[in-house]
């Protein structure tokens, strides 16, 4: 998922940062908000941060110019909403870039609309969703960080088509070529990282239930 510095087309660069910027600006509003009129969540935030660190930086080869690993964003987007969430992974990319040579300064931008922003919010469709339907709270977040895991790689794959066609079969081919190699690595390492979310959220009931009770009625507004 994480894009190298330098391998997208300036234009595509630049536009997937224009692309992530409103997403980004709401969500500090959200996280500014949320922050004064909760202070004692910021114990939670940082294991958050720090959950979504630890498995993104686990880094597996896939295709020339990205890479498979888990994203972590499903545990703080069902505590937390998309919107705090989204900056709180794109922190995680800065850094991640800076410090660990993980993606890049100039592939910031679609790195984190893939996994930040698509990623953040699909966790958190899902997992209403599957509330919705009255789902147990296990299977709820399981879904959740599962397919935040797999639509993040659906997007990086179709970023890079964009920027890569085919020659002969353009943004289709190349769309399938990336699907498909990511699939080998990713459809495993989704299933891992939502049976490992179930098992972090669980383990934060069993010492904080109380202030996880209190987070996931907020996270259901954006």
Known sequence: MHIMEGYLPVAHAVAWSAASAPFLAWGVRRLTTRLREQPETRLILGASGGFTFVLSALKLPSVTGSCSHPTGIGFGAVLFGPAIMSVLGTVVLLFQALFLAHGGVTTLGANAFSMAIVGSYTAWGVFKLAGALRLPFNVSVFAAAMLSDLLTYITT???LALAFPDPASGFVGAAAKFLSIF??????????EGLLTVLMMNLLRSHADEAVAALLPRAKTL
């Open 157 to 159: 794959a179709l970023q």
């Open 183 to 192: 699939a080998v690595t990713q459809l495993p390492l989704a299933v891992m």
